[in-house]
């Protein structure tokens, strides 16, 4: 074979290979469940090329199926398009307040020892808590957390965000933090009452209480402890306001993009502050 011919035939190769991963197959994500049982394959070489182990990869990822309601469910996010003033007054309602101001007593010694350690205010803390799922009460749990994030992996509108997710969630596996049956939570894979995604519970979750432990389904210490130390690394500066226009408004934002639920957060902690 000629120099010239070899040259061409590696051309051909490179373009069959090109096609062959265009096809449903092989394709780098789906809008629908056709190609999810091979695109969880190759992904199982970038999970361990990201570090994690082979039977993690292995427990975390078994007899996984496409999950189309999720689909249907981040399709449907119509909430966020409402004004500020419809979006509070649909979520915060006279007994979400209501149970707001009786967590901030109930809690009151340890939302201010997270105070003293991270800065943030109780009533930021417990607004984020009542708002996210109820102060834990919406039962958010049905689904599974590894099925769910696998899924919205492999669907095309936000594939890279949800496989990096998909990756701190087997990271989590891995460390033997929680197993795959424990990990139940929200349909866009949120962890526990304060829905921490997996890869905000890899950077920011701590052992509150110092029991050995960061549980953030179950221990109150961890979850609002967790939620102070997430706001602090992110930029929050004690003893200074939230509202709109602050910089603390803007760490704010890191906890959700969405602009209504970021004004939520601000002004219904500034209403439960008011009744410290």
Not at 210 to 238: C, E, F, P, V
Request: charge should be positive.
């Amino acid at each position: 074979m000629t120099r010239v011919t070899c040259r061409f035939a590696r051309i051909a190769l490179a373009a069959t290979l090109l096609l062959a991963a265009a096809q449903p197959g092989h394709a780098a994500c789906g809008n629908d469940g056709a190609g999810f049982s091979s695109w969880l394959e190759a992904f199982k070489g970038r999970a361990a090329a990201a570090g994690i182990r082979q039977a993690a990869i292995e427990r975390g990822l078994a007899g996984l199926t496409y999950d189309a309601n999720v689909v249907r469910l981040d399709r449907s996010q119509r909430s966020f398009k409402l004004s500020f003033e419809q979006f509070y007054a649909r979520r915060v309602s006279p007994s979400l307040l209501a149970r707001g101001k009786q967590n901030l007593k109930t809690h009151a010694a340890l939302l201010s020892r997270i105070e003293r350690q991270y800065g943030v205010p109780p009533s930021v803390i417990v607004s984020i808590w009542g708002l996210e799922t109820n102060y834990g009460s919406d039962g958010s749990g049905r689904h599974s957390i590894v099925r769910s994030i696998a899924t919205l992996a492999y669907d095309c509108r936000r594939s890279a965000f949800f496989e990096n997710e998909l990756v701190s969630a087997l990271r989590i596996i891995d460390r033997g933090d929680m197993s795959p049956a424990e990990m139940r939570g929200g349909w866009a894979g949120e962890i526990g009452p304060m829905q921490f995604l997996p890869s905000s519970y890899v950077k920011y979750a701590v052992d509150f209480d110092t029991n050995g432990r960061k549980d953030l389904m179950r221990n109150l210490a961890d979850m609002l402890g967790s939620t102070g130390n997430y706001l602090k690394q992110k930029g929050w500066r004690a003893g200074q306001p939230w509202g709109p226009g602050t910089h603390n408004f803007n760490v704010i934002r890191e906890w959700n993009k969405a602009e209504v639920y970021v004004r939520t957060i601000a002004a219904m902690s500034q209403r439960l502050s008011s009744s410290e």
